[in-house]
């Protein structure tokens, strides 16, 4: 991995550049397309300073934890690039409901009956349609957001027909501890299942093996803009 980032725009270009061509070469190795793969940059707790950086190497695709945050990150931002592209990818409270579909073009974390209902009010009251991925908590850990494996299809189900909702894909973040590979391939066999294409998943430990496995999006951080800062 190069060391040039995270103070340079030629560091975080070469960077990106780097992710994206272990990114086809996993593809290959897979039989698939790279385009088939979209590389999202993961800029939270990230300065302006990277961020911009990113931005001017092309880079349209980014994920984001805390809507407040990406409120102020993005919406000056969002004007300069109107092909900008961004994803919330941590927890969403009902309360942010509108405010998430306001600002983000996809969202990654629908995981309960109560949020739902409240994305189908705040599309209908913000005119926006963000695309919705189910996450699932394929390790069911306690700790961690995400429908049960178990309760993944129905809700999915239930989803689209009941509340007229389109759901584009699954997204998942597998336990630290163990090894990765179950939990995509999972992933993969409940897509399949529920009829979706799209899934969310790797990181920048693991998404050369999120590729490989059938993910369509892989989140990269670190790996991107070097370590985070701190808030």
């Known amino acids: ?11 975080i270009a070469a960077a990106r550049a780097e992710i994206l061509t272990r990114i086809a070469k996993a593809a290959k190795q897979a039989g698939r397309s790279a385009d088939a793969i979209d590389l999202v940059a993961v800029s939270k707790v990230q300065p302006d300073d990277r961020i911009d950086a990113m931005l001017a190497t092309g880079q349209r695709i980014f994920g984001e934890n805390r809507v407040q945050e990406a409120q102020g990150r993005w919406s000056d931002r969002r004007e300069a690039c109107p ?6 990818i941590g927890p969403l409270q009902t309360n942010k409901a509108e405010d998430a579909c306001a600002l983000f073009d996809v969202i990654e974390t629908l995981d309960r009956e109560k949020l739902a209902g409240a994305l189908v009010k705040a599309m209908e009251k ?46 998942c973040i597998p336990p630290v501890e163990e090894p990765a590979a179950p939990h995509f391939a999972l992933l993969a066999k409940l897509a399949a299942r529920a009829g979706l294409e799209k899934l969310s998943m790797g990181m920048s430990s693991d998404f050369e093996l999120g590729v490989r496995l059938g993910a369509t999006s892989v989140r990269v951080g670190s790996a991107l803009f070097g370590e985070r800062v701190k808030a």
Do not use: W
């Open 1 to 11: 991995m190069t060391d040039l980032y995270p103070n340079s725009i030629d560091g």
């Open 83 to 88: 092909d900008l592209q961004l994803h919330l």
């Open 126 to 171: 913000t005119g926006r349609t963000p695309r919705l991925y189910v996450q699932v908590n394929t390790g069911d850990e306690p700790q961690k957001a995400g429908l049960t494996v178990g309760e993944c299809v129905a809700f999915v189900k239930h989803c689209q027909s009941d509340l007229g909702l389109q759901i584009e894909g699954l997204m």
